[in-house]
């Protein structure tokens, strides 16, 4: 009796013991996990009616580890000139590769009305000073968590147009 009695708390004793380890692994996934990070590499602008505009933006999400990361979920409010323009949420899970860059693509409503500072910038071919923030779930081997981020960078939308317009020129041929 005595003895399946020791061996009942022996195993006890392991069970918490793992318990406890598993808990500290767990609370440790920032200390090891680094955050990706994302940078806006184009903005699209495709008319949705008189008075808004859909703005699908290119992100490149750059993840950091040794290991894969899935984007869970993502929630971003978009800049552009200091003004807020819209918001949105990631439709769709996205896995970004260990020690890669993925790249992405959000799209934001705006109005019209809201990209009025906006348009200054883009006449003049000058740099649209732009900021992303917001907050992301990533989930790995580690497990899942929560981080918020925010980008501030600048973007020359007439450069940008321009690169796309001399990709899709045609080679011609002899």
């Known amino acids: 009796m005595r003895k399946f009695y020791q061996n009942k708390v022996r195993i006890h004793c392991r069970i918490l013991f793992l318990l406890a380890v598993s808990i500290i692994l767990m609370s440790c996934v920032s ?28 992100l490149d999400i750059q993840n950091p580890n040794r290991f894969d990361l899935t984007l869970k979920s993502f929630e ?57 923030e917001g907050n992301a779930n990533v989930s790995s081997v580690l497990g899942n968590y929560n981080f918020h981020y925010s980008k501030e960078g600048r973007i020359n939308l007439i450069d940008q147009y321009l690169k796309t317009k001399e990709q899709k020129l045609p080679i011609p041929s002899k």
Do not use: C, W
Not at 31 to 43: A, G, K, Q, R, Y
Not at 77 to 82: D, I, K, S, W
């Open 31 to 58: 200390l090891i996990l680094e955050n990706p990070s994302f940078t806006l590499h184009e903005i699209t602008l495709k008319p949705h009616s008189f008075t808004e505009m859909n703005l699908l933006l290119g």
């Open 76 to 132: 971003y409010t978009v800049y552009l000139n200091n003004e807020t323009i819209g918001n949105g949420r990631l439709e769709k899970e996205l896995l970004i590769p260990s020690s890669s860059t993925t790249r992405g693509q959000v799209s934001v409503m705006a109005k019209f009305k809201d990209l009025s500072g906006s348009l200054k910038f883009v006449l003049t071919g000058d740099d649209l000073p732009y900021k992303i």
